[in-house]
C-alpha cells in the first residue's frame, strides 16, 4: 500500500510539473510574440503578473532587443522602464545598446545611455556602439556617442580600428564621412592612433583619394 501510494504521488508532481513547465513556456513564447507584434498593453499586463522582462529567445536575445530589431521605440521604452537590462547581450554579442548604436537607431541610443548603457560591453568584434555608428553613416548617432561623457572615443577594436578608422577605412568619402570626422575630432579622438600596420587614418584618406577628409585631418594632425 505504502509503495502504491509513493508512485501515485510521483506520478501525480511529475504530471504538476509538467504541466507547470509547459505554461510556462507557452506563457514565454506568447510574451516574445507580443513584442515583436507590438502589443504593448498585451505586454504591460504580463510584465505587472510578474514577467521575466529580460526573458530571451532561443537566440538568447532579450525583449529588449527583439523590440530594438523592430524599431519599436514605445516598446522599448516600456521595457526599460520595467527594468530591462539594455546591455544584456545575445549569442552573437549583440546587446539592445550596441545593436541600436549599428542601427543609428538614436532615439534609442538616448534612452539606453540613460537606463544605463555600458561603455565596457563590446560587440563580437570587440567594438563600442560608435564604431559601426561610423562604419555605416549615422551622423546623430555619432553625434549623440561622441560626446557623451565618458565615452571611450579612441576604443580600439579586434581588427585594430578606432571609430575614426573605420570612418575612414569602410565609408565612402562622401559628406556624411566628412561629417563623421569632424564629430569625431571636435570630440577630441586621437587622430594619430595608426591601425594594426601601422598606417594613420590620414594615411588611408589620401590613399583612397578622399581629398576633404584627407585635408581635415592634415589640420588636426599638425594642431
Known amino acids: ?40 498593453n498585451e505586454v504591460e499586463a504580463a510584465l505587472k503578473n510578474g514577467a521575466d522582462v529580460n526573458t530571451t529567445d532561443r537566440n538568447k536575445r532579450s525583449l529588449l532587443l527583439i523590440a530594438t530589431h523592430a524599431n519599436d521605440l514605445k516598446m522599448a521604452q516600456l521595457l526599460v522602464a520595467h527594468g530591462a537590462n539594455v546591455n544584456q547581450q545575445d549569442e552573437i554579442q549583440d546587446s539592445p545598446f ?3 548604436g549599428a542601427s543609428g537607431y538614436t532615439p534609442f541610443v538616448k534612452l539606453f545611455l540613460e537606463n544605463g548603457a555600458r ?19 549615422h551622423v546623430e548617432t555619432v553625434k549623440l556617442l ?17 571609430a575614426l578608422m573605420e570612418t575612414v577605412v569602410l ?3 562622401s559628406n556624411k564621412y566628412l561629417e563623421i570626422t569632424k564629430t569625431l575630432i571636435a570630440a577630441g579622438c586621437d587622430v594619430n592612433i595608426p591601425d594594426k600596420d601601422g598606417v594613420t587614418a590620414l594615411q588611408h584618406a589620401k590613399k583612397r583619394n578622399f581629398t576633404a577628409i584627407a585635408e581635415v585631418l592634415e589640420k588636426a594632425t599638425k594642431k
Not at 561622441?146 to 578606432?162: Q, S
Open 146 to 162: 561622441a560626446n557623451t561623457k565618458g565615452f571611450p572615443i579612441d576604443h580600439v577594436n579586434k581588427l585594430g580600428w578606432t
Open 119 to 137: 561603455f565596457d560591453v563590446y560587440n563580437r568584434y570587440g567594438g563600442t556602439a560608435l564604431i559601426p555608428a561610423c562604419e555605416r553613416g
Open 171 to 173: 565609408g565612402d568619402g
Open 98 to 100: 550596441l545593436y541600436a
Open 1 to 40: 500500500m505504502n509503495t502504491l501510494l509513493l508512485l501515485l504521488s510521483f506520478l501525480f508532481f511529475t504530471t504538476c510539473h509538467s504541466e507547470t513547465a509547459m505554461q510556462t513556456q507557452n506563457n514565454h513564447a506568447s510574451l516574445i510574440g507580443a513584442v515583436k507584434n507590438g502589443k504593448l
